[in-house]
């Protein structure tokens, strides 16, 4: 019977594809809580500007309002935030703060998934027919973006 010991080589072998996946999963971990790329003062807020297609512009009632909405890319599909802004004027600046999170308890923070909704009958819920949607290029992002670029492309 062979004796197993210390072999150093090998062990080396072993320690770098080891040490990345320690690495990766933290840097996983943070972003998710959101300590990364600014850390806790940046969560809270996500800002921004919707702006829509000149091809869907005509298409655009004063009667409209303009829903931002924050989910979790992999949670359940009710919004975490939304931000209601009745006759919007494009492009249209917003920010959608922990004033705007719809579930106690929940705050802007981690990854998170923005869209917005030009809605025709101005009632919140899911999109409708006639309904102009448009979601952030970079989703998911994280909590606490600023330069958040929405364009409303899609007729529901």
């Known amino acids: 019977m062979a004796h197993v010991g210390y072999n150093p080589a090998v062990n080396k072998k072993f320690a770098a ?4 996946v320690g690495i990766v999963l933290l840097a996983g ?3 998710w809580q959101g300590i990364l ?4 003062e940046a969560a809270g807020s996500i800002a921004g500007t919707v702006t829509i297609d000149p091809a869907l512009a005509s298409q655009v009632a004063p009667t409209d309002v303009l829903f ?3 989910r979790r890319p992999s949670g359940p599909p009710r919004p975490l935030a939304a931000l209601r802004i009745e006759h919007p004027k494009f492009p249209q600046p917003f920010e959608v703060t922990n004033a705007d999170v719809m579930l106690q308890g929940s705050e802007l923070k981690g990854m998170v998934a923005v869209i917005a909704r030009l809605d025709k009958d101005g009632n919140a819920g899911p999109a409708r ?9 970079k989703n998911p992002t994280m909590a606490g973006a600023k330069d958040v670029a929405i364009v409303l492309n899609r007729i529901r």
């Open 17 to 20: 594809p080891l040490i990345f």
């Open 29 to 31: 971990v943070a972003a």
């Open 37 to 40: 790329h600014g850390g806790k």
């Open 68 to 70: 931002v909405i924050v």
């Open 129 to 137: 027919p006639g309904d102009i949607e448009g979601e952030f290029a």
